[in-house]
């Protein structure tokens, strides 16, 4: 039988760089050295990064391109790569979608529930938000403008009280309009990547006050770029999913 270093001359290209490779390792191990490993991936799944629904410039000048690049391809996907590794870490969370994790992450074993409080958060409510930006109506439409209408009394009263409401989370996190379990509709705010979901109000359109949403173009500026978000705030879209869930 031929001995490795002797496949290997006789192998081209890949095939033996990859004996190649594997012999070293083989023999490295032989001798006593650690093998150097290459750092692990993390897993791929369950959890995926869903696309944007649209381009990445398609948002601007209010969403500069750059900022939607590491927005969604730097900080969602972490969020979607630390909640792998927490789920694969934790075999008897198998099976469970997104929303029960976010919904129910305070009766997780202790181990898992900061990370899947964070990053299922942080996974969920950037899928949520992606699509509910675009270019279209700007005035709300439908059941969403009775409820509007009947809470705030008027689209632009609404716009104050978010804006408010984005303006003094502090630190890190998201103001809300929420619909709450009797059918009407609250503007709230949640800390970090805490989800409305989890107190069983369901976001009807939200704001992401994190520094990593508004920095790069706005700076310190933040009520530059809440302003910004209305511009780009997709009215026919949160206006069909609320007549959708009514
Ligand atoms: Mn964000």
């Known amino acids: 039988m031929m001995d490795r270093r002797t496949a290997i001359k006789h192998l081209g290209g890949a095939a033996s760089a990859l004996l190649l490779t594997e012999t070293l390792r083989g023999e490295a191990a032989l ?15 369950p959890f995926k990064l869903p696309a944007l629904p649209y381009a990445y410039d398609a948002l601007e000048p209010s969403f500069d391109a750059e900022t939607m690049h590491l927005h969604h391809d730097k900080h969602h996907q972490a969020y979607v790569n630390n909640l792998n590794v927490a789920v694969a870490a934790h075999p008897e969370l ?4 997104l929303e029960d994790l976010v919904v129910n992450w305070a009766s997780l074993p202790e181990a898992a529930r900061t990370a899947v409080r964070n990053n299922g958060g942080g996974d969920a409510n950037h899928s949520f ?4 930006l675009g270019k279209g109506s700007t005035a709300p439409m439908g059941e ?12 632009s009263a609404f716009q104050d009280k978010l804006t408010d409401a984005a303006m003094h ?3 890190s996190g998201w103001a809300w309009l929420v619909k709450l379990p009797d059918g009407t509709v ?11 979901l989890t107190a069983g ?10 520094e990593h949403a508004y920095y790069l173009k706005y700076q310190n500026k933040r009520a530059d770029y809440v302003k910004a978000y209305f511009n780009v705030l997709n009215w026919d879209y949160v206006s069909g999913q609320f007549a959708q869930k009514a």
């Not at 198998?94 to 979608?97: C, E, K, Q, S, V």
């Not at 938000?129 to 509910?132: C, H, Y």
């Open 169 to 171: 989370v502090f630190g």
């Open 144 to 155: 969403l403008a009775k409820a509007i209408d009947a809470k705030f009394g008027s689209v």
């Open 201 to 210: 109000h369901e976001p009807v359109l939200g704001i992401d006050v994190w």
């Open 94 to 97: 198998a099976g469970r979608t």
């Open 31 to 45: 001798n006593g050295q650690a093998a150097a490993a290459p750092p692990p991936a993390p897993p791929t799944g």
């Open 129 to 132: 938000w992606w699509p509910t």
């Open 186 to 196: 609250a503007i709230e705010s949640t800390p970090n990547q805490d989800s409305p």
